[in-house]
């Protein structure tokens, strides 16, 4: 049967007149004011401690069990970071040969080029002075054929000159 209000109003009336004030309010406080499947036993509260510390060893283990992967994966993020330090280090350093032998390369070709131009240069320089040569060579016999022609033709218009002199008197 469930007690209601109503009914520990009037048990605490009928103790009042049994009882004096004091040991009825004492009594009533002895009694629990809802039914007594509401009240915790003793081992209503050790299973709720069992429950407890059961569930804090469990949240101990979780906690051990996400430091412990916390630490391997910042362990194994370390190792990759230092790994691809050692990578781009390397990179880099290749890099820097290849681009110190390709500077070698660069400089020995242009090098190369350098002394290929002064060559050319140079048989350009004696193909002009030949060619400067062989211009006065040919002038020079092409003046020497042009003095002895107009020489000859002074010495021909010379002779009929005197002819013609000579026939008139």
């Known amino acids: 049967m469930v007690v209601d209000e109503r009914r520990r109003m009037a ?3 009928a103790l009042r007149r049994t009882l004096d004030d004091d040991n009825a309010d004492t009594l009533m406080g002895m009694l629990p004011s809802r039914s007594w499947d509401d009240v915790a036993t003793t081992g209503d509260v050790q299973q709720v401690r069992d429950d407890v510390a059961r569930l804090r060893g469990e949240l101990a ?3 051990s069990a996400l430091r412990d992967d916390l630490v391997a994966q910042g362990s194994a993020l370390r190792d990759e970071v230092l790994h691809v ?7 880099g350093l290749a890099l820097r040969g ?3 032998t390709q500077k070698a390369e660069l400089r020995s ?10 060559t050319g240069l140079a048989g350009v320089r004696t193909e002009l002075a030949d060619l400067r040569a062989e211009m ?3 002038m020079s016999a092409n003046q020497r054929l042009l003095l002895f022609g107009l020489l000859g033709a002074v010495a021909a218009n010379a002779g009929v000159v005197w002819g013609a002199l000579s026939a008139v008197g």
Do not use: F, G, K
Not at 85 to 91: C, M
Not at 109 to 118: A, G, K, P, Y
């Open 11 to 13: 048990l605490y009336d």
């Open 61 to 63: 283990a979780i906690d």
């Open 85 to 91: 330090r050692d990578d781009v280090a390397a990179q």
């Open 98 to 100: 290849e681009m110190a």
């Open 109 to 118: 070709e242009m090098s190369d080029l350098r002394t290929e131009l002064r």
């Open 136 to 138: 006065h060579a040919t």
